[in-house]
């Protein structure tokens, strides 16, 4: 089992914000990203930007994933206050 954890628009379309997936053995973290796209319809993970970390470090698609890995995806975020330089 890995536990997945989702933010922003993605937790909306999902209607959840965390959730455990069990993922077979040699699953990579693309096949996973499948699984729950499969899941879950109204969540689209391919087509757009998202960035997924395995246990709080960012992963590729290709990265092996282990039981009881936390999987954390989400859309770039970006913000801040903009202030003019004189």
């Not at 089992?1 to 455990?20: C, I, N, P, Y």
């Not at 993922?23 to 998202?50: F, H, W, Y």
């Not at 992963?59 to 890995?69: C, E, R, S």
């Amino acid at each position: 089992m890995v536990t997945v954890r989702l933010f922003a628009t993605l937790r909306q379309q999902a209607g959840w914000s965390v959730k455990e997936f069990h993922a077979p053995s040699g699953c990579t973290l693309g096949e996973l990203m499948a699984l729950i796209m499969q899941a879950n319809p109204d969540l689209k993970l391919t087509g757009r930007a998202v960035y997924a970390a395995v246990n709080q470090s960012y992963a590729k698609p290709d990265h092996l994933l282990m039981d009881g890995d936390e999987v954390a995806i989400f859309p770039p975020v970006s913000g801040g206050k903009f202030e003019r330089c004189r």
